[in-house]
Structures are given as structure tokens and as C-alpha cells.
């Protein structure tokens, strides 16, 4: 029988591979939208808080930790999502992550660890 503990790693690529999003698909374009505006509610509110105009209610910390979920969600989601490269569609995991790391990914890091610490 080999169910056995070799099952999973065996499967690991497989899984992946159907967990995988074309970079233009109807989720992608519905999380990249969700995405757009919590940065719009960030790019209002943030500047806002720091000049002390704005006082942090319990609404605001609701959708702040909204926004904080969707982003730390957003960024395993970017090593499985499909990418252009030279026109072509890429959608293998390790063509995705040389270019996710190479391009946005200590951005989207960086901007994840602050938040946190914002919060």
C-alpha cells in the first residue's frame, strides 16, 4: 500500500498545480477588486489617523483588521497566481515565485509587517 507517508509529498505538486489562478480569471479580477479598495480605505484613512483628524472607532479598527486579513491572505495567494512573462502565461509554481520575489514580494512584505505593527 503506498498511502503511506510518501502519499502527500507525492501529491504536493498536484495540489498546487489545481489551486493555481490564470492571472486574468473572473477570482482573480473579483480579489484584485476587493484588493483595490481596501488600499483606497487605506490611502484615506491612514494619513487621517497620523494627523490625529481622525480617531480610531471600533468601525475603523473592524475594517482595518478586514484590510490586514485580506493582505496577509493576498500574499501566499501572489505565489499562486499565474504570471506574464515575455507575453506568455506562466503557471508553474517556480516560475511564479522568481518573479513574485524578484518583483513585489519584499513590497507586499514590507507593507504587511507594518501594518501589523500599525494595528
Known amino acids: 500500500d503506498r498511502s503511506g507517508s510518501e502519499g502527500p509529498v507525492r501529491c504536493w505538486p498536484a495540489c498546487l498545480a489545481r489551486l493555481m489562478v490564470h492571472p486574468e480569471s473572473r477570482v482573480r479580477l473579483a480579489w484584485v477588486s476587493l484588493g483595490a479598495l481596501l488600499l483606497a480605505f487605506d490611502l484615506v484613512t491612514l494619513p487621517l489617523q497620523v494627523s490625529t483628524l481622525m480617531t480610531s ?15 496577509l491572505i493576498d500574499l501566499p495567494i501572489s505565489f499562486l497566481t499565474g504570471v506574464y512573462d515575455g507575453g506568455v502565461v506562466v503557471m508553474k509554481l517556480a516560475g511564479i515565485v522568481r518573479k513574485y520575489v524578484r518583483g513585489w514580494f519584499l513590497s507586499d512584505l514590507g507593507l504587511v509587517i507594518v501594518d501589523i505593527f500599525a494595528i
Open 57 to 71: 472607532g471600533r468601525l475603523l479598527q473592524s475594517l482595518q483588521m478586514v484590510a490586514l486579513a485580506y493582505w
